[in-house]
């Protein structure tokens, strides 16, 4: 065990240290008595300010100490082998870690994009080229390699565990099918008026039985539920400017989501207009339970739309145990600094929370219509992100969607880099 000395334990230094000491399965004590400490033979080492004769110390800066939410005075600069935040001229890894994992820099932002999302080329992880690290486990590790280097005797980390695990969005169910009569026709007319004929031969055959709704994939998500557990996330919101599946009513819809809850986890995905309304996301999670017959624990906003701290208290306030949203739409990588499943902290009360996180590493969209990378490109992405978990721990979790994986118009070719990305290991 190593003991570690703090002029004052707080929930930001427990958060911060089990993710650097307890996630590597190291044991570890805080105190603050400098007694005890002082007379201590074992391991240890000093994080603050007070001084004690012969002991590693790693300087503090007072991120981890007060409530306060900054964003002032950041640079960047080696701590032992990483490069790391560098706080008003004081490199503390410690304070990097929380600073990433708590996203602290995202409470005060006012640089969103069209939808009101903040995007992460304003990110510090992409301003210094560390989205696609996580570089909280990073961090972490260096921490220990540093105490390492310093005579410390603690306990090796374990070797890192990983995991992949695919998850879907059903933003539209169908392409063409169950559309209803009126929206049917609109689409119909619509297509005329541009011109496309192909979309207009494409739903005549889809509806008379000749062919396959192109987004119709859940045979393909069933079966890879039997290969990796998967997630599947749906829309049931109403009808609006960005929710656009078919009614939650329909019966077709209505029984392909309990026959799929039978072998595979399902959440909600909270409609774009739920993120203003409490009232929305408490129905859209009504239906759903309604539907399947089961209590819902998981979600991933539309759009990945989210604002801390409302979005996550709003979804503990309807009991959501399970977050899924963490992760960029404009660029790949690791919003949260980790693959790992973590507990989210609330700044606004500075407290440790029930709400478990689990960041994604990429989605297809961000991939394609972001990124206009072509399916090699993104294969050799997709590889890194990988590699990234694989070495330093935690679930190698991506999105698709039903749509994505059928190699219909602009995803043509995109189902081979789906297929390839289950395989890796």
């Not at 900054?70 to 929380?98: M, R």
């Not at 640089?111 to 903040?118: A, E, I, L, P, W």
Request: contains cysteine; hydrophobic residues 40%; aromatic residues 16%.
């Amino acid at each position: 065990m190593i003991l570690v000395y703090v002029d004052q334990i707080t929930e930001r230094i427990q958060y911060t240290f089990d993710f650097v000491f307890k996630e590597r399965e190291i044991p570890y004590l805080l105190t603050n008595d400098f007694v005890k400490f002082d007379q201590f033979e074992g391991a240890k080492f000093n994080y603050s300010d007070r001084y004690f004769e012969e002991t590693v110390k790693i300087k503090p800066v007072s991120l981890l100490f007060d409530k306060k939410i900054e964003n002032n005075g950041i640079t960047k600069h080696k701590f032992f082998n990483e490069e790391c935040l560098c706080f008003n001229q004081i490199v503390d890894p410690f304070a990097s870690i929380f600073y990433i994992l708590s996203r602290m820099e995202e409470y005060t932002t006012i640089n969103t994009d069209k939808f009101g999302r903040f995007e992460g080329k304003n990110s510090v992880l992409y301003r210094f080229a560390w989205n696609e690290k996580v570089i909280c486990d990073r961090w972490a590790i260096d921490v220990v390699d540093f105490l390492f280097s310093k005579g410390i005797a603690l306990e090796k980390p374990k070797k890192p565990i990983y995991s992949i695990l695919p998850t879907f969005d059903i933003d539209n169910a169908y392409a063409y099918k169950n559309k209803g009569i009126i929206r049917t026709t609109f689409a119909t007319l619509k297509d005329i008026l541009l011109g496309r004929s192909r979309r207009i031969l494409e739903r005549q055959r889809v509806q008379i039985g000749l062919m396959k709704d192109p987004y119709d994939t859940f045979d393909v998500i069933e079966k890879l539920n039997k290969e990796l557990e998967v997630r599947v996330f749906w829309l049931l919101g109403d009808f609006s400017k960005f929710d656009r599946n078919i009614s939650y009513r329909n019966s077709k819809q209505r029984k392909l989501i309990n026959l799929l809850s039978k072998e595979l986890t399902i959440g909600i995905h909270p409609s774009f207009k739920s993120n203003d309304s409490d009232f929305h996301l408490f129905s859209e999670i009504n239906r759903l339970e309604e539907i399947i017959d089961k209590r819902i624990f998981c979600s991933r906003q539309h759009f990945l739309f989210m604002k801390f701290p409302i979005t996550y208290e709003t979804l503990i306030g309807q009991e959501i145990t399970d977050d899924f949203t963490m992760g960029f739409a404009d660029i790949v990588g690791f919003r949260m600094g980790t693959s790992r499943p973590t507990k989210w902290f609330d700044l606004s009360k500075n407290s440790i929370t029930d709400l478990t996180i689990h960041p994604f590493a990429f989605m297809d969209g961000t991939l394609n219509e972001y990124l206009k990378l072509k399916p090699d490109d993104a294969k050799q992405k997709i590889s890194a992100l990988f590699s990234e978990v694989k070495n330093y721990g935690g679930e190698f979790s991506f999105i698709w969607h039903n749509e994505t994986i059928g190699d219909y118009r602009i995803w043509k070719g995109w189902k081979a880099v789906f297929e390839w990305s289950i395989g890796l290991n």
